[in-house]
C-alpha cells in the first residue's frame, strides 16, 4: 500500500500543462502544448505538488502577446489533517502570474475568440531581420525594456524563466527607468501570411532573449588642466548643465542574459538566428565595446561556439590566426624555469586587435582560437595524442610539432587560470590535473568540429552535448577587467575544464 505522501503527491513538471492558444471554431484552438523543464523554482526542490490525485494544472497562453490563463482540477483533494492540508496551487502561482490570469474560463474564452487587437497586433519594438525556416516565415524584434508594451509581455512571459531557464531569475519590471532603459528584449515571432479570421494574430511566439548593458569605465587620454582664478576676472555668464546622456550612448558591455527558445520550436535553427541577430545589433552599435554571456548553460555554449566560429571564419579572422611552428626547441625546452613562448608562437598584438574588432570577451576569443588552432592540425597528428610527440619540438612532421606546441598554449592557459588553486597541490599532482584537464577541453573541442563538420558552417545548431566530463578546473567571470559594473557579482570559483 502507498503511502499517503505518495498517493497523495504530484509530479509538477507533469501536473503542469502549457498550452498556447488562437481563436477555433467554437473555442480556443491549441497551437501547441508542452511541459515544464523546470518547477523548483515555484514548489520546491523536490518539484513536488501535495494534496491532489490526478492533478491538472492548465496554464493558456494567447499565441501572440501570451495574455494567459490558469486553471486546476484534479480527481481528488486531500482533506486537511490538522496543520497537513493541500498545497494551494492557484496562491503559488499569484506569484508568478498577473492577477488577470486568474479570471474565469469565460472571460479567457472571449477575449481569444472575440478580442479585435489580435488582427492588428504586431510585436513591439523594431523589426530588426526576417528569415524562413522550414518553408515558413520567422520575424525578430528588438525593443527596450522601457517601452511599456514590452513589459507587459514580459510580465506574462516571466514564468518561462523559472520553467526552463535553470538558476533563472525574472527581471524587476517594477525597477527605476534609468535601470529599465539598460535592457533590451529580442523577440521571435512566427508570422503567418494570411492569418484565416480577423480575429486570428499573424503572430505566435517562437522564444526571446534579453542583454543587459554594464557600464564601463573608458579613461579620457588628456584631462583638461584647470584654468586659475583672479579676483578681478570677469565672471562667465551662467549656463544650465547638459542634459543627462542617454544609457545607450554610454559606453558598456552587452551581457546576454536571458535565452530562451519555446519547446515546440527548438532545434529548428531559432536559436542559431536569434543569437546571430543580436550579435550583428551588438558590433553595429557604437556604445558596445564588448559581449558577454551571462552564466550560460553547456546547450548555449555549444549554440555561441558554433556561432562565433562560423562569423570569424566569414569574416576573414581566423584565416589571419596562425601557429608559428619554426622556433628554436630550446624555447620549450622541458626543464625549470623555461616557459611557454607565447609571443612567439602567436602574433599577441594581431589577436588582440582582431578581439576587439569582434567585441569577443577574452575568454571566448581564447576558446575560440584554440578551438581553430586545432582543426589546422591534422587529423593523424590529433588523433595519434602524445604518442608522437616524443620528440616534442624536434619532430619533424610539421604536424607534431603543430599539435605539441598548441598543448603547451592550453595548458599554460588552464594552469594561468587556476594557479590560485593548483599551487596548493604538489608538483605531480599539479602536473597530472592540468594534463587531465588539457585530455577533456581537447576532446570537447574534437567533439565541437566533428558537429562542425556534419552540419557545415552556417546551416544549423550544433547538438546538446550527450556526455561530457565535468569541468575540473577553476574559472573566473567572464568579465575580468578591473571596470567592471559594480552590480556584476561574480561567481565563486570552481573546478571546470575549459571557460566557457
Request: some cysteine; glycine content about 6%; hydrophobic content about 35%.
Amino acid at each position: 500500500m502507498a503511502e499517503p505522501d505518495e498517493e497523495w503527491s504530484s509530479n509538477a513538471n507533469e501536473a503542469i500543462q502549457i498550452s498556447f492558444v488562437l481563436p477555433g471554431a467554437d473555442s480556443p484552438k491549441t497551437l501547441s502544448t508542452f511541459h515544464p523543464q523546470f518547477t523548483y523554482s515555484i514548489f520546491g526542490d523536490e518539484e513536488r505538488i501535495f494534496g491532489y490525485q490526478g492533478l491538472n494544472i492548465k496554464l493558456r497562453f494567447a499565441v501572440h502577446d501570451l495574455y494567459p490563463h490558469v486553471s486546476v482540477s484534479s480527481d481528488a483533494k486531500f482533506e486537511t489533517v490538522g496543520d497537513t492540508k493541500a498545497t494551494d496551487v492557484l496562491a503559488i502561482l499569484k506569484e508568478h502570474l498577473p492577477s488577470y490570469a486568474f479570471q474565469k474560463s469565460s472571460s479567457f474564452k472571449t477575449r481569444i475568440q472575440e478580442g479585435a487587437s489580435a488582427g492588428t497586433f504586431t510585436p513591439p519594438g523594431k523589426l530588426i531581420e526576417s528569415y524562413t525556416s522550414r518553408g515558413r516565415n520567422f520575424e525578430i524584434w528588438c525593443a527596450e525594456l522601457t517601452d511599456p508594451p514590452v513589459r507587459l509581455l514580459l510580465e506574462r512571459m516571466q514564468i518561462f524563466i523559472s520553467f526552463f531557464i535553470e538558476g533563472g531569475t525574472p527581471l524587476d519590471l517594477d525597477d527605476q527607468e534609468w535601470t529599465l532603459a539598460r535592457w533590451r528584449v529580442f523577440f521571435v515571432y512566427e508570422k503567418l501570411a494570411s492569418p484565416p479570421s480577423p480575429t486570428t494574430s499573424a503572430y505566435s511566439l517562437v522564444g526571446y532573449s534579453t542583454s543587459y548593458r554594464f557600464l564601463t569605465y573608458q579613461p579620457s587620454l588628456s584631462s583638461p588642466k584647470p584654468q586659475p582664478t583672479h579676483p578681478s576676472a570677469k565672471s562667465e555668464p551662467f549656463t544650465f548643465p547638459p542634459p543627462p546622456l542617454p544609457i545607450s550612448s554610454l559606453p558598456s558591455r552587452a551581457r546576454i542574459s536571458q535565452f530562451l527558445i519555446l519547446p515546440p520550436h527548438q532545434s529548428h535553427s531559432h536559436g542559431t538566428h536569434l543569437y546571430a541577430a543580436m550579435i550583428h545589433i551588438f558590433l553595429a552599435d557604437p556604445a558596445c565595446t564588448e559581449i558577454t554571456v551571462e552564466d550560460p548553460n553547456e546547450a548555449f555554449d555549444d549554440l555561441r561556439d558554433y556561432c562565433d566560429h562560423a562569423r570569424l571564419l566569414a569574416n576573414g579572422t581566423l584565416a589571419q590566426i596562425k601557429l608559428r611552428t619554426n622556433l628554436d626547441p630550446k624555447a620549450t625546452a622541458k626543464r625549470i624555469g623555461v616557459r611557454v613562448p607565447s609571443a612567439k608562437l602567436l602574433d599577441k598584438p594581431l589577436l588582440r586587435s582582431l578581439r576587439l574588432k569582434n567585441k569577443l570577451a577574452p575568454r571566448q576569443f581564447d576558446r575560440l582560437v584554440e578551438l581553430h588552432l586545432l582543426s589546422q592540425i591534422p587529423a593523424h597528428n590529433r588523433q595519434a595524442g602524445t604518442a608522437r610527440l616524443t620528440q616534442r619540438a624536434k619532430a619533424t612532421d610539421e604536424g607534431d610539432r603543430a599539435y605539441y606546441y598548441w598543448r603547451l598554449l592550453v595548458k599554460q592557459r588552464i594552469y594561468k587560470k587556476n594557479k590560485d588553486v593548483l599551487m596548493q597541490l604538489d608538483r605531480a599532482e599539479r602536473i597530472d590535473k592540468v594534463e587531465e584537464a588539457l585530455g577533456e577541453q581537447g576532446g570537447d573541442y574534437e567533439r565541437l568540429l566533428r558537429a562542425m563538420e556534419g552540419k557545415g558552417e552556417g546551416n544549423g545548431e550544433v547538438g546538446v552535448r550527450q556526455e561530457r566530463a565535468k569541468r575540473k578546473v577553476v574559472d573566473e567571470d567572464e568579465d575580468t577587467d578591473e571596470d567592471e559594473d559594480v552590480e556584476d557579482d561574480r561567481e565563486a570559483k570552481r573546478m571546470r575544464t575549459d571557460e566557457g
